[in-house]
């Protein structure tokens, strides 16, 4: 569809588009209360513990008081909705913010300050220097003569540099008395995102211009929130407003990433809900049996002798609300705090800061942190990410004659010569190019100011681009006079054609001296650019103009239409030289890659690049190890039948040389091979890229980085993807974690990301420092909530057998509340300070990372662990108690009060062995929440209404209560000490010998070094160690895929089984 808009007469546009009013609100005051509880209750545990709260409002079945789910339930809720109500009013404050900014509008001939939000379609904006766009504009006026203006648009596409803005050949020349009468109207496309274009038309009414059609293009807009610089003042008409603006179409909330964990813990989840069904339905008919056949029998039991139809349901019911506790429902709640928590280590990381730009790390998406401990293949860019974005004129060929050297550039190491020697015989309009194309992109200062000491001056007098998607080339006109000694050719004004083109395919002898340099400086893992001329006659050249206005004039398909006129000029070519730039290296990427490799991570470079430079950066990089350790294998052809050759080939030999593992092997593939065999040949493709660890994809496009990721998302694999530029941001959006460079290419990847970082090189801390301690104490954190609600709810079941299966509980509703809610969760949430190990150690240990890929600290193994302890822990509570208090004359409550003593007294102990290295802050809240128990509960013993008045003052003055709870600590924790001792002395992990190096203060051992094996052996059980997995050794299951086996420490060789493939996990 179309928009019309009418310059400067709004009332034909008011009652059709929208105003200007800026909404980024997801709520509203109304809505807010049945919006955010129906995305509360979207999820499968809020609607269980819902449904949980509802039956007990039922007082024939509920075993406690409501208030025991319901105030946490409450208190849940309101914590989140309290979150999401403070963002969505913060989005608020900014939205009135800009929508009450002022600005200068023409209205009626007049010009008058409104507010932002007032502006409609049709408007004329004024400007002035460093004012914010508050509409996408068509420019129509600015201070320059020239029609140009500058602009800001970081807050758009994030890049810095500001960018060329000019109005319409149709404004050119018009006063600015005049443009506020200006009359016509603009032929545009509905409102898309699409920040890249607008194809366009406009007509000006008389007397400005006789209805002439014009072409308009995205350099002739001003878009919403950029900023004006540089120019004293600017007009422009409205053309999109409000929500409607490219930048209103691009916001959104992104869609949130489930992680690998998280999908574990609902797998878990579901398990226990299975677990607690059958429970539920044992007991109930157990109970039903024993009052049908014992509890009539009892006097003290008055069941009436014909019940209700649902009374074969009550203790079904009752029993499924005293298990209900199982789930538990505080875990996440505290998730979400500690990986709040992980992100600000993140972005508190001083380590991580560049020191060159001052650039923090930032975690945008907290919610993935542990994902950075489970990463499995890593896909980056080349160019900005791992290499400076910083190009250096070093070699080129002119004439069949080489220039440049090692130790310097090809401008300054030989300009002498180029000077003095060679510049009368050399093809002077390759000055022109070169200085025609430093002064249209503003490049080094150093290439204009060497080309104009060659006595090279040019006075430009009409310059323009355009750009050649489809052909990938990228087109100057030049007309001016240039005057260069006695170069005859430019003395008279006449019209020049530059190409710029990336291969260029001529025959003859200079272009094979042109080819081999191409090929030499690729080789030396050098950019290279053929540069190339033509002249054009006076007739030709309007004949082809008038043919490229039209085609410049639709609003269909016109970037096809205009790539096909400037073919019919892409002929004839005289060729003027080679050029080769160096993009270096960042600092530490060489070592940063080795380092990751040896984690197990396989990388994939997806670059622009020929294939040629690609490879030589990628051995530079030590992506891939130098022959005869390394092996390339090379996927081409422009056909089917090519590609599936070569295909098949590679696929036989990488099959043949990973069942060996003498060989680390990478394959190379073009862009147009990759398209024909995702296309074709997709599952060959697919089982190459599982066998070999590196790949090298050159030429691709954006669209084909984002198919890669995907490939390897169905695979099964966790995807990191790493970038600098607005090209990459489809890979990063793709990719399970997101990692965006703020480079030389602007911040669009960095906002698309989900963490940003300002070097490559910080991508090893954030993965290896970051990533594995998230995940290690995700882990404990997720499986210990579960410990500590089996633990209680074992404690009632077994009550129950002594109860006569009636589902009553043993606790009251407040110690049920408080321990959810206070006793057992402020310990645990210090658990986010824990480390296993330094971070020196860390680093200096990669392949510990395996643990983490492979999901060897939560898997079912593990949990199955932590489901034993707290079986058995619930045991001796129970059991203890009841024996110690069997002859007691004690009520229930102080019964109930020593079982839930025991149980905090347990868990502390629990924590703190679980805990590897101690804070002051951790001794306080484990010792600290352990003083606090004690201290709420006399408060609420010394209230005489509470239900518990005076129970724990007498339990306080009883020896036997304090023999009771050492016997429980001791009983519960003695086994367990035992399991691990044994462990650590006789089947030590590597985790625990590196603990034991740190402890005892000696040298760290050696870690060996990874050899890359087949990762398709899949059956392959991997070692038999742990980091913590109590009771239950690990999983077989808790297995990957991708990363090869480990090389395991030299010291544990001598203890420890052989090694053998790890492969994936299935979670």
Same mark, same amino acid.
């Given at each position: 569809m179309k928009r019309y808009v009418y310059i400067n007469d709004d009332n034909l546009a008011k009652d059709i588009y929208c105003d200007n009013r800026i909404s980024n609100r997801k709520y509203t005051i109304l809505n807010f209360l049945p919006k955010n509880l129906w995305e509360q209750f979207s999820r499968f545990m809020n609607q269980y513990f819902l449904l949980i709260a509802c039956l007990q409002l039922w007082s024939l079945i509920t075993p406690v008081n409501p208030a025991s789910t319901w105030g946490p339930l409450i208190l849940i809720f309101a914590v989140s909705s309290s979150k999401e109500a403070w963002d969505d009013y913060n989005r608020y404050l900014l939205d009135k913010k800009a929508n009450e900014k002022e600005i200068w509008i023409v209205r009626q001939g007049i010009r008058k300050l409104i507010q932002a939000q007032d502006i409609c379609i049709g408007n004329i904006v004024w400007l002035r220097e460093n004012d914010e766009v508050p509409c996408d504009l068509l420019l129509l006026g600015t201070a320059d003569p020239q029609g140009f203006c500058y602009v800001e648009t970081a807050a758009?596409?994030?890049?810095?540099?500001? /960018?060329?803005?000019?109005?319409?050949? !149709?404004? $050119?020349?018009?006063?600015?008395?005049? *443009?506020?009468?200006?009359?016509?109207?603009?032929?545009?496309?509905?409102?898309? /995102?699409?920040?890249?274009?607008?194809? !366009?038309? $406009?007509?000006?009414?008389?007397?400005? *211009?006789?209805?002439?059609?014009?072409?308009?293009?995205?350099?002739?807009?001003?878009?919403?929130s950029c900023y004006l610089r540089n120019t004293e003042w600017a007009c422009g008409v409205a053309v999109y407003t409000g929500n409607q603006t490219k930048l209103g179409m691009c916001r959104g909330i992104a869609e949130p990433k489930l992680t690998a964990v998280d999908a574990m813990i609902d797998k878990l989840t579901g398990a226990v809900f299975v677990f607690q069904i059958v429970v539920v339905i044992v007991l109930g008919i157990a109970g039903n049996v024993f009052k049908d056949k014992q509890g009539r029998k009892l006097w003290y039991v008055q069941y009436p002798k014909e019940g209700p139809w649902y009374e074969l349901l009550v203790i079904p019911l009752r029993f499924e609300l005293l298990c209900s506790i199982m789930i538990p429902i505080s875990i996440k709640v505290s998730l979400d705090l500690a990986k709040s928590l992980y992100a600000k280590f993140?972005?508190?990381?001083?380590?991580?800061?560049?020191?060159?730009?001052?650039?923090?790390?930032?975690?945008?998406?907290?919610?993935?942190?542990?994902?950075?401990?489970?990463?499995?293949?890593?896909?980056t860019d080349k160019t900005g990410t791992l290499t400076e974005n910083k190009m250096i004129f070093k070699r080129c060929c002119i004439s069949g004659r080489f220039y440049g050297n090692e130790s310097g550039d090809a401008l300054t190491a030989k300009v002498g010569q180029f000077h003095t020697r060679h510049y009368p015989k050399m093809k002077k309009p390759l000055y022109v190019l070169l200085l025609v194309c430093a002064w249209f992109w503003r490049i080094k200062t150093e290439i204009f100011l060497i080309l104009t000491s060659m006595h090279l001056q040019c006075n430009m007098k009409y310059l323009t681009l355009w750009s050649s998607h489809l052909t990938g080339k990228e087109c100057l006109w030049w007309l001016g006079n240039a005057k260069a000694g006695n170069f005859s050719s430019c003395q008279k004004e006449q019209m020049k054609l530059f190409f710029l083109l990336p291969i260029l395919i001529v025959s003859g002898q200079q272009v094979r001296t042109f080819a081999e340099a191409v090929e030499q400086y690729a080789q030396m893992g050098l950019r290279t650019l053929c540069l190339a001329w033509r002249k054009l006659e006076e007739d030709e050249y309007q004949e082809w103009t008038s043919m490229f206005k039209e085609a410049n004039s639709t609003l269909v398909d016109r970037e096809r239409r205009v790539a096909e006129v400037c073919q019919r000029l892409e002929r004839d070519f005289e060729i003027l030289g080679v050029a080769a730039i160096e993009d270096r290296l960042q600092e530490g990427v060489p070592e940063t890659i080795e380092i990751l490799r040896k984690a197990g991570i396989n990388f994939w470079m997806l670059t622009g690049d020929k294939m040629s430079t690609a490879i030589q950066i990628a051995l530079s990089c030590n992506f891939v190890s130098p022959e005869p350790k390394g092996q390339i294998l090379i996927i081409d052809g422009k056909t089917e039948d090519e590609v599936c050759r070569s295909l098949d080939r590679v696929l036989l030999t990488t099959r043949i040389t990973e069942s060996e593992s003498k060989q680390d092997v990478a394959f190379v593939v073009d862009g147009w091979a990759l398209e024909i065999a995702l296309k074709h040949y997709r599952k060959p493709f697919t089982e190459l890229a599982i066998l070999s660890r590196t790949a090298i994809c050159c030429r691709v496009t954006p669209s084909q980085k984002a198919q890669l990721v995907e490939l390897l998302k169905l695979c099964d694999y966790r995807t990191l993807a790493i970038g600098d530029g607005g090209n990459d941001v489809r890979m990063i959006q793709q990719a399970d974690i997101g990692v965006g460079i703020s480079g030389r290419e602007g911040l669009q990847a960095a906002r698309a990301a989900d963490y940003s970082i300002g070097k490559f090189r910080f991508l090893k801390r954030l993965i290896l420092v970051h990533g594995r301690y998230s995940y290690n104490r995700t882990a404990f954190l997720s499986q210990y909530s579960f410990y500590k609600s089996f633990l209680i709810c074992f404690i009632q079941i077994f009550f129950s057998f002594i109860s006569g299966v009636s589902g009553t509980s043993l606790f009251n509703t407040v110690s049920l509340m408080a321990y959810n809610v206070f006793y057992t969760s402020v310990p645990v949430l210090f658990s986010v300070l824990d480390k296993d190990l330094s971070e020196r150690t860390v680093m200096q240990h990669p392949q510990i990372l395996f643990d983490c890929q492979s999901g060897r600290l939560l898997n079912p193994s593990t949990f199955a662990g932590w489901f034993g302890r707290s079986l058995f822990h619930a045991i001796v509570v129970f059991v203890i108690t009841i024996h110690s208090y069997a002859f007691e004359k004690s009520v229930m409550e102080e019964v109930a009060m020593v079982a839930v003593s025991g149980c905090i007294w347990l868990q502390a102990f629990v924590v703190a062995l679980e805990t590897n290295s101690f804070t002051i802050f951790q001794h306080l809240a484990i010792w600290g929440n352990l003083v606090g128990f004690y201290a709420i509960n006399w408060i609420v013993s010394s209230i005489p209404t509470s239900g518990m008045y005076t129970i724990m003052f007498r339990l306080c003055e009883q020896p036997s209560y304090w023999i009771t709870m050492i016997l429980i600590v001791a009983t519960g924790m003695c086994p367990v000490l035992a399991l691990k001792y044994l462990r650590y002395t006789y089947r030590p992990s590597r985790i625990n010998l590196l603990q034991q190096s740190e402890r005892l203060g000696g040298p760290i051992l050696s870690s060996g070094i990874i050899e890359p094996k087949s990762r398709s052996s899949l059956d392959k059980d991997i070692p038999t160690d742990s980091v913590y997995e109590p009771l239950l050794s690990e999983s077989p299951s808790a297995t990957r895929r991708s990363a090869g086996p480990t090389q395991r420490l030299d010291s544990v060789q001598s203890q420890s089984p052989p090694h053998s493939t790890h492969t994936r996990k299935d979670n």
């Amino acid at each position: 569809m179309k928009r019309y808009v009418y310059i400067n007469d709004d009332n034909l546009a008011k009652d059709i588009y929208c105003d200007n009013r800026i909404s980024n609100r997801k709520y509203t005051i109304l809505n807010f209360l049945p919006k955010n509880l129906w995305e509360q209750f979207s999820r499968f545990m809020n609607q269980y513990f819902l449904l949980i709260a509802c039956l007990q409002l039922w007082s024939l079945i509920t075993p406690v008081n409501p208030a025991s789910t319901w105030g946490p339930l409450i208190l849940i809720f309101a914590v989140s909705s309290s979150k999401e109500a403070w963002d969505d009013y913060n989005r608020y404050l900014l939205d009135k913010k800009a929508n009450e900014k002022e600005i200068w509008i023409v209205r009626q001939g007049i010009r008058k300050l409104i507010q932002a939000q007032d502006i409609c379609i049709g408007n004329i904006v004024w400007l002035r220097e460093n004012d914010e766009v508050p509409c996408d504009l068509l420019l129509l006026g600015t201070a320059d003569p020239q029609g140009f203006c500058y602009v800001e648009t970081a807050a758009l596409d994030g890049e810095t540099d500001l /960018k060329t803005r000019s109005i319409p050949s !149709a404004c $050119m020349g018009i006063d600015v008395d005049l *443009l506020h009468k200006i009359k016509g109207v603009i032929e545009c496309p509905s409102p898309n /995102k699409d920040i890249r274009r607008f194809d !366009a038309n $406009m007509r000006l009414f008389p007397p400005f *211009l006789d209805n002439d059609i014009f072409p308009l293009t995205i350099k002739n807009t001003l878009l919403q929130s950029c900023y004006l610089r540089n120019t004293e003042w600017a007009c422009g008409v409205a053309v999109y407003t409000g929500n409607q603006t490219k930048l209103g179409m691009c916001r959104g909330i992104a869609e949130p990433k489930l992680t690998a964990v998280d999908a574990m813990i609902d797998k878990l989840t579901g398990a226990v809900f299975v677990f607690q069904i059958v429970v539920v339905i044992v007991l109930g008919i157990a109970g039903n049996v024993f009052k049908d056949k014992q509890g009539r029998k009892l006097w003290y039991v008055q069941y009436p002798k014909e019940g209700p139809w649902y009374e074969l349901l009550v203790i079904p019911l009752r029993f499924e609300l005293l298990c209900s506790i199982m789930i538990p429902i505080s875990i996440k709640v505290s998730l979400d705090l500690a990986k709040s928590l992980y992100a600000k280590f993140i972005d508190w990381d001083v380590e991580m800061v560049d020191p060159e730009t001052g650039i923090r790390s930032n975690a945008a998406n907290q919610a993935i942190s542990e994902d950075l401990g489970q990463v499995e293949y890593i896909l980056t860019d080349k160019t900005g990410t791992l290499t400076e974005n910083k190009m250096i004129f070093k070699r080129c060929c002119i004439s069949g004659r080489f220039y440049g050297n090692e130790s310097g550039d090809a401008l300054t190491a030989k300009v002498g010569q180029f000077h003095t020697r060679h510049y009368p015989k050399m093809k002077k309009p390759l000055y022109v190019l070169l200085l025609v194309c430093a002064w249209f992109w503003r490049i080094k200062t150093e290439i204009f100011l060497i080309l104009t000491s060659m006595h090279l001056q040019c006075n430009m007098k009409y310059l323009t681009l355009w750009s050649s998607h489809l052909t990938g080339k990228e087109c100057l006109w030049w007309l001016g006079n240039a005057k260069a000694g006695n170069f005859s050719s430019c003395q008279k004004e006449q019209m020049k054609l530059f190409f710029l083109l990336p291969i260029l395919i001529v025959s003859g002898q200079q272009v094979r001296t042109f080819a081999e340099a191409v090929e030499q400086y690729a080789q030396m893992g050098l950019r290279t650019l053929c540069l190339a001329w033509r002249k054009l006659e006076e007739d030709e050249y309007q004949e082809w103009t008038s043919m490229f206005k039209e085609a410049n004039s639709t609003l269909v398909d016109r970037e096809r239409r205009v790539a096909e006129v400037c073919q019919r000029l892409e002929r004839d070519f005289e060729i003027l030289g080679v050029a080769a730039i160096e993009d270096r290296l960042q600092e530490g990427v060489p070592e940063t890659i080795e380092i990751l490799r040896k984690a197990g991570i396989n990388f994939w470079m997806l670059t622009g690049d020929k294939m040629s430079t690609a490879i030589q950066i990628a051995l530079s990089c030590n992506f891939v190890s130098p022959e005869p350790k390394g092996q390339i294998l090379i996927i081409d052809g422009k056909t089917e039948d090519e590609v599936c050759r070569s295909l098949d080939r590679v696929l036989l030999t990488t099959r043949i040389t990973e069942s060996e593992s003498k060989q680390d092997v990478a394959f190379v593939v073009d862009g147009w091979a990759l398209e024909i065999a995702l296309k074709h040949y997709r599952k060959p493709f697919t089982e190459l890229a599982i066998l070999s660890r590196t790949a090298i994809c050159c030429r691709v496009t954006p669209s084909q980085k984002a198919q890669l990721v995907e490939l390897l998302k169905l695979c099964d694999y966790r995807t990191l993807a790493i970038g600098d530029g607005g090209n990459d941001v489809r890979m990063i959006q793709q990719a399970d974690i997101g990692v965006g460079i703020s480079g030389r290419e602007g911040l669009q990847a960095a906002r698309a990301a989900d963490y940003s970082i300002g070097k490559f090189r910080f991508l090893k801390r954030l993965i290896l420092v970051h990533g594995r301690y998230s995940y290690n104490r995700t882990a404990f954190l997720s499986q210990y909530s579960f410990y500590k609600s089996f633990l209680i709810c074992f404690i009632q079941i077994f009550f129950s057998f002594i109860s006569g299966v009636s589902g009553t509980s043993l606790f009251n509703t407040v110690s049920l509340m408080a321990y959810n809610v206070f006793y057992t969760s402020v310990p645990v949430l210090f658990s986010v300070l824990d480390k296993d190990l330094s971070e020196r150690t860390v680093m200096q240990h990669p392949q510990i990372l395996f643990d983490c890929q492979s999901g060897r600290l939560l898997n079912p193994s593990t949990f199955a662990g932590w489901f034993g302890r707290s079986l058995f822990h619930a045991i001796v509570v129970f059991v203890i108690t009841i024996h110690s208090y069997a002859f007691e004359k004690s009520v229930m409550e102080e019964v109930a009060m020593v079982a839930v003593s025991g149980c905090i007294w347990l868990q502390a102990f629990v924590v703190a062995l679980e805990t590897n290295s101690f804070t002051i802050f951790q001794h306080l809240a484990i010792w600290g929440n352990l003083v606090g128990f004690y201290a709420i509960n006399w408060i609420v013993s010394s209230i005489p209404t509470s239900g518990m008045y005076t129970i724990m003052f007498r339990l306080c003055e009883q020896p036997s209560y304090w023999i009771t709870m050492i016997l429980i600590v001791a009983t519960g924790m003695c086994p367990v000490l035992a399991l691990k001792y044994l462990r650590y002395t006789y089947r030590p992990s590597r985790i625990n010998l590196l603990q034991q190096s740190e402890r005892l203060g000696g040298p760290i051992l050696s870690s060996g070094i990874i050899e890359p094996k087949s990762r398709s052996s899949l059956d392959k059980d991997i070692p038999t160690d742990s980091v913590y997995e109590p009771l239950l050794s690990e999983s077989p299951s808790a297995t990957r895929r991708s990363a090869g086996p480990t090389q395991r420490l030299d010291s544990v060789q001598s203890q420890s089984p052989p090694h053998s493939t790890h492969t994936r996990k299935d979670n």
